[in-house]
């Protein structure tokens, strides 16, 4: 069963920058629609971004600040993430479909506050 595995969560200032990673284990050219989301407290979780072999594309609330990309050499994928505020707090899990089931991994936290 193929697992992924988040990583790079912490704290930062506002304004601040933070690069999450998301790892699976099996090739990430198995992978598609590769997305991140995220779950504040006490919200639901909310879509951020997936990526396709067509493009990418965003949520209104990250267009322009987030960014995702890929490195199939690494097999590792990406969400870069700028200019955070408070409000983006949240647990951040990336996503991905495999043959033939979604998989999900198990969250890392981003806590924006100064």
């Known amino acids: 069963q193929v697992q992924l595995v988040e990583s790079g969560g912490g704290f930062v200032q506002p304004g601040g920058s933070r690069r999450l990673s998301c790892t699976p284990s099996?090739?990430?050219?198995?992978?598609?629609?590769m997305g991140w989301y995220r779950q504040a407290p006490g919200k639901e979780r909310q879509w951020v971004s997936t990526m396709m072999k067509s493009g990418t594309t965003y949520a209104n609330s990250v267009k322009g600040r987030f960014t995702v990309s890929s490195d199939n050499a690494k097999n590792i994928w990406y969400l870069e993430m700028n200019s955070l505020q408070p409000e983006d707090t949240a647990v951040y899990y990336c996503?991905?479909?495999?043959?033939?089931?979604?998989?999900w991994g198990q969250g890392t936290q981003v806590t924006v506050s100064s």
């Open positions: 996503n991905a479909f495999f043959g033939t089931k979604w998989v």
């Open positions: 099996a090739s990430i050219d198995s992978a598609t629609n």
